[in-house]
């Protein structure tokens, strides 16, 4: 079998065994926003061409390529969800000589009924293998979840990762927060800022200021910026008391996780190949 994540930006693909040991694996930056309308099918034989002409049939995709500008559109599994009503929601595509699905992605609402909705990270939670309540997954939307009885009962997102591109590249501060060099004690600086009184848009200017006034050097101001958004989500989303269990890129679950130290709040750290081990949990509650 075939198991793809296939994000917005990013494609990584799994080739597994009648076991379900891993043979091999491939990545790249062929995501589904960047695959023209109708141009799925030759994305996906210019990346696994080679498998499927060895003799690889089966294939089961999670992430975008579900959504409305994916391959095929997957309706929206409510929450709150199963392992076993996610496998049971699975859409089948027409392809020749292939027995291709997709996984639905999750909807639910936050406490005023806004809409909340995601796509991929699914397989990654029932891919975890925790049996923590809290779960958070950090990236460009970082989704927390709540479970309950191996259910995702719940899940709330944040755009930190969106709003840290866009206030460096598109804001005043892009003059000052467009370095990458990364300074520990500069990102604490702005966890602390975060824990102290006042809006977020007022906290935000003080990045600015500080390096005006030689406070941070101007080096320093990315990694402030980033202390500064991660502290206040970390101040709204976690629970005090509550351990949070991080699923995810290592070097930005490690800014979580000294966050939510700063916090008085335990975190820690799915394994490597979360998102596999749920595709592969899926595959095996599926009829082939």
Aim: glycine share 10%; net charge negative.
């Amino acid at each position: 079998m075939i198991a793809i994540n296939w994000g917005t930006s990013n494609f990584r693909a799994f080739k597994i065994d009648s076991n379900g040991i891993l043979e091999a694996e491939k990545t790249s930056s062929r995501g589904a926003l960047s695959v023209p309308s109708g141009g799925f099918p030759d994305a996906l034989m210019a990346e696994v061409g080679d498998w499927i002409r060895a003799g690889e049939e089966k294939v089961l995709m999670s992430g975008m390529v579900g959504a409305r500008r994916g391959w095929k559109e997957v309706p929206y599994l409510s929450v709150p969800a199963t392992l076993e009503q996610v496998a049971g929601a699975v859409v089948s595509l027409q392809i020749d000589c292939l027995d291709a699905r997709i996984v639905p992605g999750l909807i639910g609402a936050d406490e005023c009924g806004i809409p909340e909705v995601m796509r991929g990270e699914e397989t990654e939670i029932f891919g975890c293998n925790s049996e923590s309540a809290s779960l958070c997954l950090p990236g460009t939307h970082t989704k927390w979840v709540r479970m309950e009885d191996a259910r995702i009962a719940n899940f709330t997102t944040c755009m930190t990762g969106d709003l840290y591109k866009a206030i460096r590249e598109a804001s005043i501060l892009r003059s000052f927060a467009g370095q990458d060099q990364i300074d520990n004690a500069a990102f604490l600086l702005g966890v602390a800022r975060s824990r102290q009184t006042g809006a977020l848009a007022h906290h935000l200017f003080g990045v600015r200021t500080l390096v005006l006034t030689a406070r941070i050097p101007e080096s320093s101001a990315s990694s402030y910026l980033s202390g500064l958004l991660i502290g206040n989500e970390v101040k709204t989303m976690a629970r005090e008391g509550e351990s949070v269990h991080l699923i995810g890129d290592p070097a930005l679950c490690s800014l979580y996780a000294r966050t939510l130290a700063e916090f008085d709040i335990q975190s820690s750290l799915e394994p490597a190949g979360a998102d596999l081990r749920g595709l592969t949990r899926i595959a095996a509650r599926l009829e082939w």
